[in-house]
């Protein structure tokens, strides 16, 4: 299993990155560019002074947009797993768990990466005396990394067994962009909007991830145990539909 995983990612490595150094260079320029819009936006157009923690606009805005970029991505990406490995599919080495897995490691890897250059060049550029705990951020990206797995193994067979599905899931999930706290913090909510923006795990994975970045932010509303089991439900249920219907969906393709 393990020599047909990193075969996989292999695969996906000179497909989706190809061969120069092109393809990586915009896996870095993608989260630069967001953050640096949502900076010039709140900090020039709009004309605030301060974030509303610390005192950086671009750790700020980094701590929440790298987030929501690395869940949704590695959702997406699972998601596509069957249809990406479809050729490969045919043969019995190869199962939809590898294609699952590989999709899964490699974006994983790739988003910590990103995380750790931009963070580390923030802090570089902006000579920021950064205290991070360590293991709250670590914690942060693997639970977000967990949820993308589970929300992308359910659309992996919603999309393939409905394919009106695809298109439904990109409109529907276009909010959580303006509902994950990327741009504002839970705290500033009034209580009946907290109450409702409660319920998105994305946006608890933010406040996880500012817990670690900035030791003045408790985030106390966050729950581990909710992203946790939210997050191996929809894995679960995912893998056990796509066990139960894996050659008629092969068809569908």
Not at 37 to 52: D, E, I, K, S, Y
Not at 195 to 219: C, D, F, H, K, T
Request: with cysteine; glycine share 8%; net charge positive.
């Amino acid at each position: 299993m393990a020599r047909t995983v990193v075969a996989l990612m292999l695969r996906e490595i000179s497909t989706s990155y190809g061969r120069s150094a092109g393809g990586y260079v915009w896996a870095l320029a993608d989260p630069i560019l967001g953050i640096a819009l949502l900076t010039a936006v709140f900090q020039g157009a709009m004309g605030n002074t301060r974030p509303l923690i610390g005192t950086n606009f671009p750790l700020f805005y980094a701590s929440g947009y790298l987030v929501f970029q690395m869940y949704h991505d590695i959702g997406n990406k699972v998601a596509q797993s069957l249809r990406f490995s479809r050729p490969l599919l045919a043969y019995p080495a190869v199962t939809f768990v590898d294609a699952l897995i590989a999709r899964l490691i490699l974006n994983t890897v790739t988003h910590v990466i990103v995380f750790a250059v931009v963070i580390g060049g923030i802090a570089m550029i902006f000579r920021l005396p950064m205290v991070m705990d360590v293991s709250t951020v670590l914690r942060a990206l693997g639970l977000t990394a967990l949820f993308g797995a589970g929300v992308g193994t359910m659309n992996c067979f919603l999309s393939m067994r409905f394919p009106v599905w695809e298109r439904a899931w990109s409109i529907l999930s276009r909010p959580l962009f303006l509902m994950s706290g990327i741009f504002y913090t839970y705290g500033l909510m009034p209580r009946a909007v907290q109450e409702v923006l409660w319920w998105n795990p994305i946006l608890q994975l933010v406040g996880l991830m500012r817990r670690g970045i900035y030791s003045v932010y408790p985030a106390d509303y966050v729950s581990e145990g909710y992203i946790v089991s939210l997050s191996l439900v929809l894995l679960a249920s995912g893998l056990l539909l796509i066990w139960r219907r894996y050659r008629d969906l092969l068809e569908m393709v």
